[in-house]
């Protein structure tokens, strides 16, 4: 708690290795996120690809911005039933992701 110093915990050189790898995966992906964005065209399937980069990534508040875009878009297009049953399916996409990174401001604003 209050001063205290902070003990560095111990990894292996093998863990290490794997986060970083894991760390330039992700740069990776967020870098070709925005690329897309300028040209959603080239995105077969946006919805399911901001949702696995809202997975991955629920702090990037701009994977929610063309989300929203999406979903208003698509709204407009369908009935009242289906847009009841596609509204439900993005909540029940966003209730594990709000249990598990409780104090995430991009994910709450979006919800």
Known sequence: MHGRKKRGIQISEEE?????????KI?????????FRKDITKITDPLEYTAVMVKICPEINTIYNLRREIIE?????????DRYNFLLKELKLLL??????????CLWHHR
């Open 16 to 24: 290490r290795i794997k986060k970083n790898e894991q760390a330039a």
């Open 73 to 81: 878009k698509t709204l407009g297009t369908l009935q009242p039933k």
């Open 96 to 105: 594990p992701l709000m249990q598990s990174n409780p104090k995430s401001y």
């Open 27 to 35: 740069g990776q992906m967020i870098s070709d996120f925005l690329a």
